[in-house]
């Protein structure tokens, strides 16, 4: 969709600019199958900001969205529908001005789901947690990740 609430970049307090004139909020889908834990990341298209990284799913919040609202939104719009029965094992909170954040939810999903549906998105996969740290993964992301594979793996 185009043209949503939050959606432009802003300076924030810090001095950085960042997307989402609210924030900014993703979701790390997880899969416990016969294959092992698995989550879903997609590669960035070169339209996207560090194009050609992994990530998850996620883009700028509107006014009022709950970090969670907002970023199952985004995956809506970027995988596809979340399956039916998800279920919420934590959030991990990147806060480096006092007036912007980015929230990871880590959302566990009975079922695998996700295909590229827009612009934004070149790939969508389903990777072994030990197999995250080997992708070329976007910086904020990659930052997030240990706390968030901690999540993961905690909740088994």
């Not at 969709?1 to 959606?7: E, K, L, V």
């Given at each position: 969709?185009?043209?949503?609430?939050?959606?432009g970049f802003m300076r924030c307090?810090?001095?950085a600019v960042r997307w989402g004139v609210f924030g900014a909020a993703g979701v790390v889908?997880?899969?416990?199958?016969?294959?092992?834990?698995?989550?879903?990341?997609?590669?960035?298209?070169?339209f996207a900001h560090e194009g050609g990284t992994w990530s998850c799913a996620g883009g700028?919040?509107?006014?009022g969205e709950s970090p969670l609202e907002g970023g199952l939104r985004e995956a809506g719009e970027e995988v596809g529908r979340v399956p039916d029965g998800w279920r919420?094992?934590?959030?991990?909170?990147?806060?480096?001005?006092?007036?912007?954040?980015?929230?990871?939810s880590v959302v566990e999903v009975g079922e695998r789901f996700g295909t590229s549906l827009n612009f934004?998105?070149?790939?969508?996969?389903w990777i072994p947690v030990d197999r995250?740290?080997?992708?070329?993964?976007?910086?904020?992301?990659?930052?997030?990740?240990?706390?968030?594979?901690?999540?993961?793996?905690?909740?088994?």
């Open positions: 969709m185009i043209g949503r609430s939050g959606d307090s810090d001095g889908f997880v899969h416990r199958g016969p294959e092992g834990t698995t989550v879903m990341l997609q590669r960035r298209s070169a700028a919040l509107d006014e919420l094992i934590g959030e991990v909170v990147f806060a480096p001005a006092s007036d912007w954040s980015y929230t990871t934004e998105t070149d790939d969508v996969s995250v740290s080997s992708l070329e993964l976007h910086a904020g992301f990659a930052a997030a990740w240990p706390e968030i594979a901690g999540i993961v793996l905690g909740a088994e």
